[in-house]
C-alpha cells in the first residue's frame, strides 16, 4: 500500500491455523531465506478471481441481496459471540471491534479444504440462510468490487504457510491451486521454526501497512499450515472537521464510568431512525461511509444489539433520509485482540476443531494417517478515528453550507456520549468491512 498521510486507518488481519489432531496450534517484504515463495507453481495462466462468473460461465457473479442479508447476519453474530467469549474469558469487551469480511474470507479459504459433515456444519455456520455456492460467489465478487481510489481504498491480501521442514503433511494440489488462482493467495514453504513465525508476522505487518504486529506468538510443533488474510482499509472524510468542530465532552460508559473527550461536531444530512435507534451517516472521499447507531435512553447498547438481526441493520444503515442531524463523534482508538475457536463452535461448526472427527482430507494427507484440525483461529483489530483530513476543509464548508440552507424544521440531534454501534461501510453493497462497539473511552 502506498505510504501517505491517512485520515482514517483501520485494519484487521485473521489467521486460521490448521494442526494436526490432539494439537492446539499456531513472518511481503523481508522474508528470510528459509522461506520459500511457491506461488508461480500454482497459479496458472488463469490469473485470479478477477473475473468470477457463475456456475454456468455466463452471467458474472454479483453481491445479491440474499448474500447481502446472510453476510449481514454473519457479522451481528460474530460480534455478538466474540464480546461473550470476550466476557467469559474475563476480558472486557466493550470497545471489541471485527472485521466479517476478513474472518469470512479465512474461513472460506479453509472450507475449500473440508470435507463430509465438517464441510456442511462450516456452509451453515458461514452462509446462513442461502447456499454455500452462492456465499462463496458472493464473497468473492464484494471482495473484488470493494473501492481501491486515492482517498478511500481496502486492500486484502490472502496467503497459505505449509510446513516444509519434515515429511508430515502432503499437501493436495489441486487445493493450492484453487487457493492461488480463485482467492489470489500467495503459498509459502517454510521449516516452521522460530524464523517462520517471523517471518509469517512480517508478511502480516507489511500487507497492513504496519498496523498489525505480532498476531502470532510461537508455532507450535505440531503446526502444518497456517490460511492468513490480511485487510488494511485507509480513508480521509469527505468533509473534514476544522479545529473549531472539536469541543471537550462528558462520555457516559456502560460502567458508570464518565471520561473527558475530544468530541467532532458536524451538521450533516443522514439522519438514520429505527426501532430504539437514531444514528448517522458520516462519508469517506469515495465509495464508503461511516455510519453509527446509538441506541435511544432506556435501551442499552446490549439490549440493543441482542435483538438486531442483519436485514433490520441493512435497512437501518441504508435507509435514504437527507433529514438534518446535528452529530458528535468522538475520537477514539481501539485494538481488539480475540482467539475465535469458542466463537466459531458457538456458531455452528464444532466438527472442524475436533480432532478426532474433523474432515479437511481437501488440503492433503498426513503421513502417519492422522487428521488435520482448526487450531486456533486468531483475529486482530485496530481502529482509529479523528479530525485528521481538515487540510481537505473546502469539503467540509460545501457540506456545512448546504445544511444551513434548510432549517425549516427543529434538527435532530445523535451526539455519541454513551455507547454505540458502528461500522465501516461500503456504499455501493451497504455491507460492513468492520462492525464494532464503543461502550467505555
Known sequence: MKKREKMVRITAGMLACLVAAGASGCGGNGLSSSTKDLTKQYRGDSGT???????????????????????????????????????????????????????????????????????????????????????????????????????????????????????????????????????????????????????????????????????????????????????????????????????????????????????????????????????????????????????????SLEEYLAGLDGETLLETITQENDTIVETGLPKFEAETKLELSETLIDMGMPLAFDGDRADFTGMGSCADGGKLSIGRVLHQTYVKVDELGTKAGAATVVEMCEGTALLVEEPKRVILDRPFLYAIVEEESGLPVFIGTVEKL
Open 49 to 299: 478471481n478477477k473475473q468470477i462468473h457463475t456456475g454456468d460461465g455466463q452471467e458474472t457473479a454479483k453481491v445479491t441481496p440474499e448474500f447481502a442479508a446472510s453476510y449481514a447476519d454473519f457479522s451481528l453474530e460474530l460480534l455478538r459471540s466474540s464480546k461473550r467469549q470476550e466476557q467469559t474469558a474475563g476480558n472486557d469487551p466493550s470497545n471489541t471491534m471485527v472485521s466479517p469480511l476478513s474472518v469470512l474470507t479465512a474461513l472460506e479459504m479453509t472450507r475449500q479444504g473440508a470435507r463430509g459433515e465438517t464441510r456442511d456444519e462450516m456452509d451453515a455456520a458461514l452462509y446462513p440462510g442461502i447456499t454455500a455456492e452462492e456465499g462463496k460467489l458472493g464473497l468473492l465478487a464484494f471482495s473484488d468490487g470493494l473501492p481501491e481510489e486515492e482517498g478511500a481504498r481496502t486492500h486484502l491480501a490472502n496467503s497459505i504457510w505449509l510446513n516444509t521442514g519434515e515429511d508430515r503433511f502432503t499437501p493436495d494440489e489441486a487445493f493450492l491451486k484453487t487457493e492461488a488462482e480463485e482467492y489470489d493467495a500467495q503459498i509459502f514453504g517454510a521449516p516452521f521454526t522460530e524464523q517462520t513465525c517471523t517471518d509469517l508476522n512480517r508478511w502480516v505487518e507489511h500487507e497492513t501497512d504496519g498496523m498489525i504486529t505480532g498476531i502470532l506468538d510461537e508455532i507450535p510443533k505440531d503446526a502444518l499450515m497456517y490460511l492468513v488474510n490480511a485487510v488494511a482499509f485507509e480513508a480521509e472524510w469527505a468533509a473534514a472537521y476544522e479545529a473549531n468542530q472539536v469541543h471537550d465532552a462528558t462520555f457516559y460508559g456502560a460502567d458508570g464510568s464518565e471520561a473527558v473527550v475530544s468530541m467532532m461536531y458536524e451538521e450533516l444530512h443522514s439522519y438514520l431512525a429505527g426501532e430504539d435507534v437514531q444514528g448517522f451517516r458520516k462519508s469517506y472521499k469515495d465509495g464508503y461511509y461511516f455510519v453509527a447507531l446509538l441506541p435511544d435512553e432506556g435501551t
